[in-house]
């Protein structure tokens, strides 16, 4: 289902920030939004919707990172929640 990948792919961009020395603002913002996008993994497509909601969220305030590295994975990131934010939650 592309929603699980999606979500999958979403919480990896996010992950991979963890490792990044990023701005300690971003680096706020990024943890939050990849708790959020860890407990999306596997929900429904109704509750994916919803949680990727407040990921979008999250990232949209986050300007850069200060690492070229990060700013790529925010963008993918960002992509990826809106995608899953704005999607039709029915099952495929």
């Known amino acids: 289902m592309k929603y699980q990948s999606d ?8 992950a991979a920030t ?4 990023v701005e300690r603002s971003a ?8 708790a959020v996008a860890d407990d999306l993994r596997g929900c429904d497509p109704p509750v994916i919707k919803a949680r990727a909601t407040v ?14 590295e990060a700013d790529e994975h925010l963008r993918q990131a960002r992509t990826l929640a809106y995608e899953l934010a ?4 029915s099952p495929e």
């Open 86 to 89: 704005s999607d039709d939650p």
């Open 18 to 21: 963890a490792e990044l020395p």
């Open 27 to 34: 680096s706020r913002l990024l943890g939050e939004a990849e």
């Open 55 to 68: 990921v979008y969220e999250l990232l949209d305030q986050i300007d850069e990172t200060g690492h070229e």
């Open 7 to 14: 979500a999958e792919q979403l919480y990896e961009h996010l």
